[in-house]
Each structure stands twice: as C-alpha cells, then as structure tokens.
C-alpha cells in the first residue's frame, strides 16, 4: 500500500462506536469526534462533540464536555454538554450540570448545580433556568 492510499485511510471520518472497557485506566484528556462507550476509570477530562455513554463501571474524575452523554457510572467533576444528559438510576454525579436537556432517573445521585439552557425560541430569546439540588431520590 502507497502513502496516499494510507493519507485517504486517515482522513475518513470514523462512524462507528467507540468501546473502552473497565480494565481501561487513562490519566489525561479524552477526545473523539462521533460515539463513545466508556466504563473504565479517567483522571482528567473527556471532550467531544460526539455521543458519550458512561457506563456503570466508570469513574470520572474531571470535566466532561460533550454534545451528549448518558451516565450510569460516576462523575467527580463539573458536566456540560449541547443537548442532554441523562442520569441513569445508579449514576452519581459530584459537579454542575449544564445541559438543554436533564433526565434524572428515580435512584440517581446529583450533588451539585443544574442549570437548564433551552434552545432559543423565536420572540422570546434566549431563557436560562437554574437550580441547586443537593441529592436525588
């Protein structure tokens, strides 16, 4: 194979799901760009303009910023993201929470802020609710 069949190799975006299991251990930053499944431990921070899941294995210590992330593990940090979050039953979540959309399911913990960011409505402009919530049923 030829250097430039391995340059167009390179510069497909990628479309598939990425999977890092819980024996995975990363000190640093996190990045990608479409799909993640994550459920091992980070000291650091994820950023992406992707899909983040967390699952129940994860443990997060550091800033997660995404398009969209679903949590059933844990995060020790602050979470913002374009879309939404859902905090699954197990999840726990020791940060601020900045989303235009918030689901918490019955089960979760959520020890920190939440501020609510909707989509810009036309006439209206743009509304931003907050609140405090110290621990979820």
Avoid: Y
Wanted: glycine share 10%.
């Amino acid at each position: 194979m030829n250097l430039n069949n391995i340059t167009s190799l390179v510069s497909e975006p990628s479309t598939s799901k990425n999977i890092l299991t819980s024996d995975v251990e990363l000190t640093g930053t996190l990045k990608f760009d479409s799909e993640m499944i994550f459920d091992g431990k980070l000291d650091g921070e994820i950023i992406s303009e992707g899909v983040l899941t967390l699952g129940k294995n994860a443990v997060i210590k550091g800033e997660v910023r995404t398009k969209s992330v679903t949590i059933h593990g844990t995060v020790n940090g602050n979470v913002t993201v374009q879309e939404r979050c859902e905090l699954k039953s197990n999840a726990e979540l020791l940060g601020d929470l900045k989303a235009m959309r918030i689901i918490i399911e019955e089960g979760a913990t959520f020890i920190g802020h939440s501020e609510v960011t909707p989509a810009k409505t036309s006439g209206l402009g743009s509304r931003s609710n907050s609140s405090s919530i110290e621990s979820a049923a």
